[in-house]
């Protein structure tokens, strides 16, 4: 599947047009005001959003929408939340009421009410929670009984809404039948909130927006009022759901404290390295939210790919709140009308709305149960697609690499196999004589290499036959051989004498770094080219976790051969390494994972299986979640090198960190739950185990890599990245 990670530019640009417009000041004001329960008012800025159909540009025309998808739409939210416009009004009452009487509600409910929601004139409250029925609906108490005249009669005691004193309308579950089964007998009313019996309280918070306790006391309905059939409401309910986890909302909101924090915190060495880490996790986030909007858009998301990606996005959220209020320390204290607050009181504001994110629309726990119980990492990797279904490449690619190296050894007979196939070739351009065929099928080859556990310096080679193929050298008569497998290559770090390589050999090509990583924005390292053979060149062998390994020394009276690049391309050919290591780093660790899943399946301890141990079964639904964002990063950092706005250095070296810490913590796991045999010499989770190492120090480190993704540029910067 194709994911981008920026919107459509237009709509972009459209929606910050109105929210800095002469017509928005009013809104502002009003935002920066205090209105009910002691909380800002987005209504103004809504309806003037509403006015120009962009509140809910997803809806039909007829209903105040512009029929645009569901991924626009989320170009609008976006958009809105990184110019500080308060969301949970709008979620409420567009994403989950709006949307689900599109699913669901009769043309009478439809008429009446989504034109006012799309206006911004009213607004919706989703009444599920009860004292005793919180995220577990079975236990749901409010009733509904027949009241004659096609009336209801609806009593109960909800908790917990928001924005509920802005909104006009409550979307009430109540039970109309006896419980035959758990999730039976559960209605949906739509229940005006200023109708006799009805009594809305204010609860405090710990965030800004007051929670509201609520009672229904024989409040009557007319028989309008019921969505959907009656008693069938939670199929429906379990439909909405994924409305509530796209984790666009939570993936904007990490970005924009993100980028709060940073300009706040400044460039404290102390800091980057986590906010390093804190931009890659935000980048698979959007990346997951994009996917799973279209996902949706096209009526085929999972459960569970929901679950995975609300999980990650609101957690993630969590962190840069939590980062942003250690980076600040007592700065981070001072609330929104202090003249000391920072970024006018917004990352003061997050810290405390940031634990509420891991429990609304469902707590992480719950998120974790249902990807543990949905398969783990099958279950994320089932709906995957390489490109247009159509096209059978990348799967016959991945199969004959696999055939070629599924023993993990990197012997002779390996290497020529995968040079018949054309794996040196395939992003070298055909005029130098290679195939063409663009990072995402050379990605694709790494990964399976990668769950092979075999390179034996196929990752470096594949990087220097890139750099003879990109550009006219008078090195390039050295490409062929490193194209027919007669020779290899090694990457060389000027930086980093004790970097360890796979011996090249006396007739390999060694590709020199100097100036890598660069120091700054815009910088690019020199790249030369020098035979191995060359006088001045030592290559020693190392003793270490594999045979074969070496360090590569170089005199100071080597000959180097200049490639010439300019700074762009040569920022743009280290992209491609970083997004190959990265690739067969996930590779790996997807590998490691599912062996571990198996064997936790299986594996019978106390008279029940490792996985029926709910500590076991979370801690492998965190991998297979944090896998899943890995792969699904990978995927758009891949397309974006092979045409799309290119991502950037930065974005990279993030990637490749953290797919490195995935790529560890998978293999940890698998010695771990197997205990020693894990570890016995020869076994698949200590051959795993042993491969990732190498694999991770065969890149820079990951504190430099982090370091580097914390100068990485917002998502919708994607046009003016190098």
Same mark, same amino acid.
């Given at each position: 599947?194709?994911?981008?990670?920026?919107?459509?530019?237009?709509?972009?640009?459209?929606?910050?047009?109105?929210?800095?417009?002469?017509?928005?000041?009013?809104?502002?004001?009003?935002?920066?005001?205090?209105?009910?329960?002691?909380?800002?008012?987005?209504?103004?800025?809504?309806?003037?959003?509403?006015?120009?159909?962009?509140?809910?540009?997803?809806?039909?025309?007829?209903?105040?929408?512009?029929?645009?998808?569901?991924?626009?739409?989320?170009?609008?939210?976006?958009?809105?939340?990184?110019?500080?416009?308060?969301?949970?009004?709008?979620?409420?009452?567009?994403?989950?009421?709006?949307?689900?009487?599109?699913?669901?509600?009769?043309?009478?409910?439809?008429?009446?009410?989504?034109?006012?929601?799309?206006?911004?004139?009213?607004?919706?409250?989703?009444?599920?929670?009860?004292?005793?029925?919180?995220?577990?609906?079975?236990?749901?108490?409010?009733?509904?009984?027949?009241?004659?005249?096609?009336?209801?009669?609806?009593?109960?005691?909800?908790?917990?809404?928001?924005?509920?004193?802005?909104?006009?309308?409550?979307?009430?579950?109540?039970?109309?039948?006896?419980?035959?089964?758990?999730?039976?007998?559960?209605?949906?009313?739509?229940?005006?909130?200023?109708?006799?019996?009805?009594?809305?309280?204010?609860?405090?918070?710990?965030?800004?927006?007051?929670?509201?306790?609520?009672?229904?006391?024989?409040?009557?309905?007319?028989?309008?009022?019921?969505?959907?059939?009656?008693?069938?409401?939670?199929?429906?309910?379990?439909?909405?759901?994924?409305?509530?986890?796209?984790?666009?909302?939570?993936?904007?909101?990490?970005?924009?404290?993100?980028?709060?924090?940073?300009?706040?915190?400044?460039?404290?060495?102390?800091?980057?390295?986590?906010?390093?880490?804190?931009?890659?996790?935000?980048?698979?986030?959007?990346?997951?939210?994009?996917?799973?909007?279209?996902?949706?858009?096209?009526?085929?998301?999972?459960?569970?790919?929901?679950?995975?990606?609300?999980?990650?996005?609101?957690?993630?959220?969590?962190?840069?709140?939590?980062?942003?209020?250690?980076?600040?320390?007592?700065?981070?204290?001072?609330?929104?009308?202090?003249?000391?607050?920072?970024?006018?009181?917004?990352?003061?504001?997050?810290?405390?709305?940031?634990?509420?994110?891991?429990?609304?629309?469902?707590?992480?726990?719950?998120?974790?149960?249902?990807?543990?119980?949905?398969?783990?990492?099958?279950?994320?990797?089932?709906?995957?697609?390489?490109?247009?279904?159509?096209?059978?490449?990348?799967?016959?690619?991945?199969?004959?690499?696999?055939?070629?190296?599924?023993?993990?050894?990197?012997?002779?007979?390996?290497?020529?196999?995968?040079?018949?196939?054309?794996?040196?070739?395939?992003?070298?351009?055909?005029?130098?004589?290679?195939?063409?065929?663009?990072?995402?099928?050379?990605?694709?080859?790494?990964?399976?290499?990668?769950?092979?556990?075999?390179?034996?310096?196929?990752?470096?080679?594949?990087?220097?036959?890139?750099?003879?193929?990109?550009?006219?050298?008078?090195?390039?008569?050295?490409? /062929?051989?490193?194209?027919?497998?007669?020779?290899?290559?090694?990457?060389?770090?000027?930086?980093?004498?004790?970097?360890?390589?796979?011996?090249?050999?006396?007739?390999?090509?060694?590709?020199?770094?100097?100036?890598?990583?660069?120091?700054?924005?815009?910088?690019?390292?020199?790249?030369?080219?020098?035979?191995?053979?060359?006088?001045?060149?030592?290559?020693?062998?190392?003793?270490?976790?594999?045979?074969?390994?070496?360090?590569?020394?170089?005199?100071?009276?080597?000959?180097?051969?200049?490639?010439?690049?300019?700074?762009?391309?040569?920022?743009?050919?280290?992209?491609?390494?970083?997004?190959?290591?990265?690739?067969?780093?996930?590779?790996?660790?997807?590998?490691?994972?599912?062996?571990?899943?198996?064997?936790?399946?299986?594996?019978?301890?106390?008279?029940?299986?490792?996985?029926?141990?709910?500590?076991?079964?979370?801690?492998?639904?965190?991998?297979?979640?944090?896998?899943?964002?890995?792969?699904?990063?990978?995927?758009?950092?891949?397309?974006?090198?092979?045409?799309?706005?290119?991502?950037?250095?930065?974005?990279?070296?993030?990637?490749?960190?953290?797919?490195?810490?995935?790529?560890?913590?998978?293999?940890?796991?698998?010695?771990?739950?197997?205990?020693?045999?894990?570890?016995?010499?020869?076994?698949?989770?200590?051959?795993?185990?042993?491969?990732?190492?190498?694999?991770?120090?065969?890149?820079?480190? /990951?504190?430099?890599?982090?370091?580097?993704?914390?100068?990485?540029?917002?998502?919708?910067?994607?046009?003016?990245?190098?």
């Amino acid at each position: 599947m194709t994911v981008t990670l920026a919107g459509p530019a237009a709509l972009r640009d459209e929606v910050r047009t109105v929210l800095h417009s002469p017509a928005a000041g009013p809104a502002w004001r009003a935002l920066a005001e205090r209105g009910p329960w002691n909380e800002n008012d987005p209504r103004p800025m809504y309806r003037l959003l509403g006015a120009h159909r962009l509140l809910a540009p997803a809806w039909p025309r007829a209903f105040g929408g512009r029929g645009l998808s569901l991924p626009d739409a989320a170009v609008v939210v976006r958009e809105m939340i990184a110019a500080g416009v308060p969301d949970t009004l709008h979620t409420l009452s567009v994403q989950i009421c709006g949307s689900f009487l599109l699913r669901a509600g009769s043309p009478a409910q439809r008429g009446a009410l989504l034109p006012a929601l799309a206006a911004g004139q009213r607004y919706c409250t989703v009444l599920y929670t009860e004292p005793g029925a919180g995220s577990d609906l079975a236990a749901l108490t409010t009733e509904a009984v027949q009241a004659g005249d096609g009336r209801w009669s609806v009593t109960g005691h909800k908790l917990f809404s928001v924005r509920t004193c802005l909104a006009d309308t409550g979307l009430v579950a109540a039970r109309t039948a006896p419980a035959a089964a758990p999730y039976r007998g559960i209605s949906l009313f739509l229940v005006p909130l200023n109708a006799p019996g009805v009594t809305v309280s204010r609860l405090g918070s710990l965030a800004d927006e007051a929670f509201a306790d609520i009672r229904l006391e024989n409040v009557l309905v007319g028989s309008g009022a019921m969505v959907g059939p009656a008693g069938e409401a939670w199929p429906l309910i379990t439909e909405a759901l994924a409305l509530e986890r796209t984790g666009v909302d939570h993936a904007a909101k990490a970005a924009a404290w993100l980028s709060a924090a940073l300009a706040a915190a400044g460039d404290q060495d102390g800091q980057l390295a986590q906010a390093g880490r804190l931009s890659t996790r935000t980048r698979a986030a959007e990346a997951l939210a994009v996917r799973c909007v279209a996902d949706l858009d096209q009526g085929e998301v999972s459960p569970v790919l929901a679950a995975a990606t609300k999980l990650w996005c609101s957690e993630t959220a969590r962190d840069v709140a939590g980062w942003a209020a250690a980076a600040l320390g007592d700065a981070g204290l001072w609330r929104a009308g202090d003249a000391g607050a920072v970024a006018g009181g917004r990352l003061e504001a997050a810290y405390r709305e940031a634990p509420g994110l891991v429990i609304s629309a469902g707590t992480s726990e719950m998120m974790r149960e249902l990807v543990a119980g949905g398969g783990l990492t099958a279950a994320l990797t089932a709906a995957r697609q390489d490109g247009d279904p159509s096209d059978a490449v990348l799967p016959a690619l991945r199969a004959a690499v696999r055939a070629a190296a599924w023993a993990g050894t990197p012997d002779a007979t390996s290497w020529a196999d995968l040079a018949e196939l054309g794996l040196f070739r395939l992003v070298v351009p055909q005029a130098a004589g290679g195939l063409s065929l663009g990072h995402a099928a050379l990605a694709a080859a790494c990964g399976e290499l990668g769950a092979c556990g075999y390179d034996g310096g196929v990752l470096d080679t594949l990087t220097v036959a890139a750099a003879l193929g990109g550009t006219p050298s008078d090195q390039a008569h050295r490409l /062929p051989s490193l194209l027919d497998g007669a020779s290899k290559g090694a990457v060389v770090d000027a930086g980093r004498p004790d970097r360890p390589v796979t011996d090249p050999g006396p007739d390999g090509v060694l590709l020199v770094l100097r100036g890598w990583p660069p120091a700054a924005d815009g910088d690019a390292p020199a790249l030369d080219i020098v035979p191995s053979g060359a006088p001045g060149v030592t290559r020693h062998t190392r003793l270490a976790m594999t045979d074969g390994l070496a360090t590569v020394a170089l005199g100071a009276d080597v000959i180097r051969h200049p490639l010439g690049y300019p700074a762009g391309e040569a920022r743009a050919l280290l992209m491609g390494d970083l997004l190959r290591r990265a690739a067969w780093l996930i590779g790996a660790g997807t590998a490691a994972l599912r062996d571990t899943e198996q064997h936790a399946g299986s594996r019978r301890q106390f008279g029940r299986a490792l996985l029926d141990n709910q500590v076991i079964a979370h801690r492998l639904a965190n991998l297979a979640v944090t896998g899943h964002a890995m792969r699904t990063l990978l995927d758009a950092e891949t397309e974006y090198l092979g045409g799309g706005p290119a991502v950037g250095l930065p974005a990279c070296a993030g990637l490749l960190a953290e797919a490195g810490r995935f790529a560890r913590s998978a293999t940890d796991a698998g010695l771990h739950l197997r205990g020693a045999a894990g570890m016995v010499a020869g076994s698949v989770a200590e051959r795993a185990w042993r491969a990732v190492t190498l694999g991770i120090a065969g890149g820079p480190a /990951p504190s430099v890599l982090d370091r580097l993704a914390a100068r990485a540029p917002g998502p919708d910067e994607g046009s003016d990245r190098d």
